[in-house]
């Protein structure tokens, strides 16, 4: 139920999208990379509140991924029903962003109150943004290579943002608040906030919504109701908790691994996880023109075998010997973003173009916000196992010498836990049916459809 459009998409509107995702991920890589961090060695509290914390309040929020997606299915306003959602939530995500990352002088109870009344507060904010800008995603064209392109700059984008945050935050920290980490953390997102602010505003001012598709009436049982028809859209959200969960369990152990398994300085710690970003934007790049030459559920299938054969490896290489290690860790990232950045979203969309062609309903936000709930239970179990095997292996925070159950729980976390994952998104996907040749059909299909109901 679309207009067909089939626009080119200006290198700057795919900027300008991309802009968006750097925003969130502004907000959300400092949350996988460094808030159990800041909890345990920062703020001070248990670890194994932290993970508790974790699962509970982003289980919560992910329940209402689907109201979210509802909601913005429905929204009607002159800028189209998910762009406004940009400008409404820029500022106070900003906001929620400094607010999670100050520490005010409480007891251990006040302190536990406010962790958990901020981070759950802007999980929801995070919500409210993230579905429509993803769902922005699916209606600015139905033209395939257009949506890889804007999805290749997206990647690049929030790659960029995570390099950003990976290298410069604990210097940062440490210069800010001159010794005082909590005091540095909290001026450090003052200026990351207000960046991610600006940019949420470029976006929106900058992209257009051009798959227009007709109001709905129907209650949120019933657009719950009709998703659940889609087999390929309950087989995508699978997929998506399965590839981004080792990049998140990883993400969150990282620095752990850094700090206490190779026993590295805070500066080889930052150039190890800008390094790590910086393959990942390069497997942003590889995706577009890797997909334009073959089948991108071929390429996706493939590259998740080799990435559990990789981190297998990970396993047996000894963390001293720099050279393999960092080999490893240097593909596994290229490779990682080249199948779980553009090449999942794409398949997120051909979901949604897939469930118009088939039900002649297009439910674009309730279709991203369960690829979303599904992105957040994976950061929900990923940061709960972090910190709960943290806890029963007998982590001390700012101890140099860890006991050995930890360092290999740490190298675990970092290595056999993502292959697993890995493995079964290889499996998983041989049931998926949305290859090109038939993606193809369905574009034309749409067409066809639209052409008719122009002519009655």
Same mark, same amino acid.
């Given at each position: 139920?679309?207009?067909?459009?089939?626009?080119?998409?200006?290198?700057?509107?795919?900027?300008?999208?991309?802009?968006?995702?750097?925003?969130?991920?502004?907000?959300?890589?400092?949350?996988?990379?460094?808030?159990?961090?800041?909890?345990?060695?920062?703020?001070?509290?248990?670890?194994?509140?932290?993970?508790?914390?974790?699962?509970?309040?982003?289980?919560?929020?992910?329940?209402?991924?689907?109201?979210?997606?509802?909601?913005?299915?429905?929204?009607?306003?002159?800028?189209?029903?998910?762009?406004?959602?940009?400008?409404?939530?820029?500022?106070?995500?900003?906001?929620?962003?400094?607010?999670?990352?100050?520490?005010?002088?409480?007891?251990?109870?006040?302190?536990?109150?406010?962790?958990?009344?901020?981070? &759950?507060? +802007?999980?929801? @904010?995070?919500?409210?943004?993230?579905? $429509?800008?993803?769902?922005? !995603? %699916? *209606?600015?064209?139905?033209?395939?290579?257009?949506?890889?392109?804007?999805?290749?700059?997206?990647?690049?984008?929030?790659?960029?943002?995570?390099?950003?945050?990976?290298?410069?935050?604990?210097?940062?920290?440490?210069?800010?608040?001159?010794?005082?980490?909590?005091?540095?953390?909290?001026?450090?997102?003052?200026?990351?906030?207000?960046?991610?602010?600006?940019?949420?505003?470029?976006?929106?001012?900058?992209?257009?919504?051009?798959?227009?598709?007709?109001?709905?009436?129907?209650?949120?049982?019933?657009?719950?109701?009709?998703?659940?028809?889609?087999?390929?859209? &309950?087989? +995508?959200?699978? @997929?998506?908790?399965?590839?981004?969960? $080792?990049?998140?369990?990883? !993400? %969150? *152990?990282?620095?752990?691994?850094?700090?206490?398994?190779?026993?590295?300085?805070?500066?080889?710690?930052?150039?190890?996880?800008?390094?790590?970003?910086?393959?990942?934007?390069?497997?942003?790049?590889?995706?577009?023109?890797?997909?334009?030459?073959?089948?991108?559920?071929?390429?996706?299938?493939?590259?998740?075998?080799?990435?559990?054969?990789?981190?297998?490896?990970?396993?047996?290489?000894?963390?001293?010997?720099?050279?393999?290690?960092?080999?490893?860790?240097?593909?596994?990232?290229?490779?990682?973003?080249?199948?779980?950045?553009?090449?999942?979203?794409?398949?997120?969309?051909?979901?949604?173009?897939?469930?118009?062609?088939?039900?002649?309903?297009?439910?674009? !936000?309730?279709?991203?916000?369960?690829?979303?709930?599904?992105?957040?239970?994976?950061?929900?179990?990923?940061?709960?196992?972090?910190?709960?095997?943290?806890?029963?292996?007998?982590?001390?925070?700012?101890?140099?010498?860890?006991?050995?159950?930890?360092?290999?729980?740490?190298?675990?976390?970092?290595?056999?836990?993502?292959?697993?994952?890995?493995?079964?998104?290889?499996?998983?996907?041989?049931?998926?049916?949305?290859?090109?040749?038939?993606?193809?059909?369905?574009?034309?299909?749409?067409?066809?459809?639209?052409?008719?109901?122009?002519?009655?």
């Amino acid at each position: 139920m679309v207009n067909f459009m089939t626009d080119t998409i200006s290198r700057k509107e795919k900027i300008s999208y991309g802009l968006g995702d750097m925003a969130s991920h502004i907000g959300l890589d400092n949350v996988i990379i460094f808030l159990t961090f800041y909890y345990t060695d920062v703020v001070g509290l248990p670890a194994a509140f932290v993970g508790t914390m974790f699962l509970l309040a982003r289980t919560a929020d992910a329940i209402i991924d689907p109201a979210m997606g509802y909601i913005a299915d429905r929204t009607r306003t002159r800028w189209g029903k998910f762009r406004p959602w940009l400008l409404w939530m820029a500022f106070p995500f900003g906001l929620g962003a400094v607010l999670m990352f100050t520490t005010p002088d409480l007891s251990m109870n006040g302190k536990i109150i406010y962790a958990w009344v901020t981070y &759950l507060v +802007m999980s929801l @904010i995070y919500t409210a943004i993230n579905i $429509p800008y993803c769902s922005v !995603g %699916g *209606v600015i064209t139905l033209n395939q290579k257009e949506r890889m392109g804007c999805l290749s700059w997206r990647f690049f984008l929030n790659g960029l943002a995570t390099l950003i945050i990976s290298s410069s935050i604990l210097p940062l920290t440490d210069w800010l608040g001159n010794g005082d980490r909590a005091s540095g953390f909290q001026l450090t997102m003052i200026i990351m906030g207000g960046a991610a602010t600006l940019m949420f505003l470029f976006c929106f001012s900058s992209i257009k919504e051009r798959v227009v598709s007709v109001k709905q009436n129907e209650s949120l049982k019933k657009d719950l109701r009709d998703i659940i028809k889609n087999d390929q859209w &309950l087989l +995508m959200i699978s @997929i998506t908790f399965l590839n981004v969960f $080792p990049a998140f369990i990883r !993400g %969150g *152990v990282t620095i752990y691994y850094a700090t206490y398994v190779m026993k590295a300085s805070v500066g080889f710690i930052t150039f190890f996880m800008a390094l790590g970003v910086a393959c990942n934007m390069l497997g942003s790049v590889l995706a577009k023109p890797l997909t334009d030459r073959f089948d991108k559920l071929a390429l996706f299938r493939i590259i998740n075998i080799i990435l559990g054969f990789l981190s297998l490896a990970l396993w047996f290489i000894d963390p001293q010997s720099l050279t393999p290690l960092m080999a490893l860790f240097i593909v596994i990232n290229v490779l990682h973003l080249i199948q779980s950045g553009p090449i999942l979203w794409a398949m997120m969309s051909d979901v949604d173009d897939y469930g118009d062609w088939k039900f002649g309903k297009r439910l674009t !936000g309730i279709s991203f916000a369960g690829n979303l709930f599904m992105l957040k239970m994976g950061l929900a179990v990923a940061g709960a196992i972090v910190a709960w095997i943290l806890a029963f292996t007998g982590y001390i925070a700012n101890e140099p010498q860890q006991n050995s159950q930890t360092i290999q729980g740490i190298i675990m976390m970092f290595s056999l836990l993502p292959m697993v994952s890995y493995f079964i998104s290889a499996y998983l996907v041989r049931y998926f049916k949305l290859n090109n040749a038939f993606l193809e059909k369905i574009k034309a299909d749409l067409a066809k459809r639209e052409l008719e109901k122009g002519r009655g």
